[in-house]
């Protein structure tokens, strides 16, 4: 059994059609048949219920799946941790969501490069989603997102809850209330973001009012933060927001805080799970040294060894 029965076998168990499968793979299908036949051979077992229409799995075949996904991550982890140890000069990929960068990730990259210039740092915005599939095909190194999403093959540290805010145009009516709850902005329209790909930081704030038993009156979806920030300047309807959005200085945006309970967003760093590199460890100690420096609170895990 080889690592392209394994990547043939997901591809027809997702498509659930041999055709598709083949197209997917940019194969013909005779080839792709026949290779699913020798992988069920050597295993000894049927993977696939034979007539059905789409194609099943088998039990057998879903417990193998499971395991082949795993197995086909591992796999690419293996060569980029090994490559990236085969390099002369050092390199470390980050992907971040954009409201952390309001937080201390600029002045984290900033140290990270004034105290280790060997390293070659590079920087991609993406969804909390996006950072966990782009770790597992080796594209990045390091996540920095919102969502508790969990994944065999991704260590996930919470390094702090943030507080959400609630943020206003200038001249909303509720701009000068002494005090907000999310009873107060369930009349007006919620805007939420992003749009996709989901689970994302929308469904974290909706959650926000189902847990309370409330629902917002009407429900915009926008692509990113700064359309929805836009739109509440607009006067179009409020939205939520990270704490460290409040340095973010807008004269027709305001931000108030909500008198609401653990109403928090978490700041999640991600890696690879077997990745056990001296630069991440790093970085994860930095970003401790950061937040004692500048007084902010935070979970300190137990140690990644």
């Known amino acids: 059994m080889e690592l392209r029965h394994l990547r043939y076998f997901i591809a027809v168990a997702e498509e659930q059609n041999f055709s598709r499968a ?6 013909s299908q005779p080839p792709l048949s026949r290779q699913i036949q020798q992988l069920e051979e050597d295993l000894g077992v049927l993977l696939f219920e034979r007539g059905s229409r789409p194609l099943k799995l088998t039990e057998a075949g879903r417990f193998f799946y499971g395991h082949a996904l795993q197995l086909l991550a591992q796999s690419v982890e293996l060569k980029s941790m090994t490559q990236r140890v085969g390099q002369l000069e050092r390199s470390l990929s980050l992907g971040f969501v954009a409201s952390t960068l309001y937080g201390i990730l600029p002045r984290l990259i900033r140290r990270f490069r004034t105290q280790y210039p060997e390293v070659a740092v590079s920087l991609r915005e993406m969804t909390t989603m996006e950072q966990i599939q782009a770790l597992k095909e080796g594209k990045i190194d390091v996540g920095f997102g919102r969502i508790r999403y969990e994944d065999a093959n991704v260590r996930r540290v919470i390094l702090r809850d943030e507080t959400l805010m609630a943020a206003l145009a200038a ?3 509720l701009a000068n209330m002494p005090e907000l709850t999310l009873r107060s902005l369930q009349t007006e329209t919620l805007i939420v973001y992003p749009q996709t790909p989901r689970p994302s930081f929308a469904d974290q704030v909706l959650a926000t009012f189902r847990d309370r038993a409330l629902e917002p009156r009407k429900i915009m979806e926008v692509r990113e933060l700064q359309v929805a920030l836009g739109l509440v300047a607009a006067g179009e309807g409020i939205t939520l927001v990270p704490q460290c959005l409040h340095s973010l200085k807008r004269q027709d945006v305001i931000y108030k805080a909500l008198n609401e309970q653990y109403l928090v967003s978490p700041i999640i760093m991600s890696t690879r799970l077997l990745d056990e ?29």
């Not at 083949?22 to 194969?27: F, G, W």
């Not at 970085?283 to 137990?302: D, V, W």
């Open 277 to 305: 590199s001296e630069d991440i460890k790093t970085l994860l100690q930095m970003i401790y040294s950061l937040y004692q420096e500048e007084g902010i609170t935070y979970i300190k895990p137990a140690p990644m060894d």
């Open 22 to 27: 083949a197209e997917r793979l940019h194969i």
């Open 171 to 173: 001249d909303h009516p």
